[in-house]
Structure formats: structure tokens, C-alpha cells
């Protein structure tokens, strides 16, 4: 199966944008990014440090990667793989009945909770960035389809924060007692 290069180039885009962010705030904020690997409590105490800095040097790999249509397939490999380790770590915290710890996924909202919606999250995401793994396509790229692929972008960020949006609410709303 092939992906059509101004699907491939729409979603490597849209990915590459959230990496370089997250990337870029999980660096802004590294003791407390550390922290937030350290309260997942899936690595050594000795190893979190290495581990935050390894995970924001593959964010900002794997954005990079993206850009590029040469490094696309593996870097969007990389960005499934990341994905669903972070879902993987979601889960295994909520399996182990602890939701109160910092997701560390959101853009400057310390003390968001884990929610299983964060899991489906990760998950809907690996899948958009292992379809990149396949072969692309060959065609020309014309000028709606680069418009077609911004559009396409900017759509996906907006969504992006929406859901953001509604996952802190819901959050706020248990941590409040409104929800059960």
C-alpha cells in the first residue's frame, strides 16, 4: 500500500509540528520534565535524567525526520513507536491505580491527571504517524496540494488543542468532585 505524497507531506507536517513543541517545552522545562519521568516510576532513579534528555533529543529527531522526505518513513516509525510507548506508560500507571500523577504531555499545564483518553490519544496518533512508514507514492506535489497540506496542518493543530482543551477541563472536573 501506498500513502499519496500530499497526504504524507499533510500529516508529516502536522506531526513534526507537535514534536518540535513538545520537544521544545519539555526542554524549556527540564527539571521538571525529569520530575514527571521520575513520577511515571517505569525507570531506575538513577536513569531519569538520561532518560527525560533522551526523550527530548528523540522528539526533536524524530521532527526533523519528518521534514524530510528522505528520513520521513523512519522518523514517522520512530514518532508510532515513541507514541505508543507513552501510551504504554499511560496505561501501566492506570493499571497500577495512579491517576494523579502529571501526564507531562500538556503545553504549560502542570498537574494534568491520567485519563484513558490520553491513551486513545497516543494510540489515534501512532497510527497517523506509522502510516507514514509506508512507501509514498510518486507524483508531482502542485500548489493545492501544498495549500491542501497547510490547511490540512493548521485543521489538525486546532483539533489538537480543542482536545488539549477538553482533557484539562475534564481533569479539573474530577479533581473538583463534579465527575465521577
Known sequence: MQIDPAISLALSVSLAALFAATATHKAR???EFAGIVRDYRIAPQGVVAPLAAMIILAEAAIAAGLLTPSTRAGAGLGAGLLLLAYGGAIAFNLARGRRDIDCGCSF???GERLTSALVVRNLALAVLALALAAPTGERALGALDYSSAALFALTAAALY??????????ARFYAAGHVR
Do not use: S
Open 29 to 31: 522545562g527540564f527539571a
Open 108 to 110: 504549560g499545564g502542570a
Open 161 to 170: 488543542a480543542v482536545f488539549e482543551r477538553l482533557r484539562a477541563n475534564q
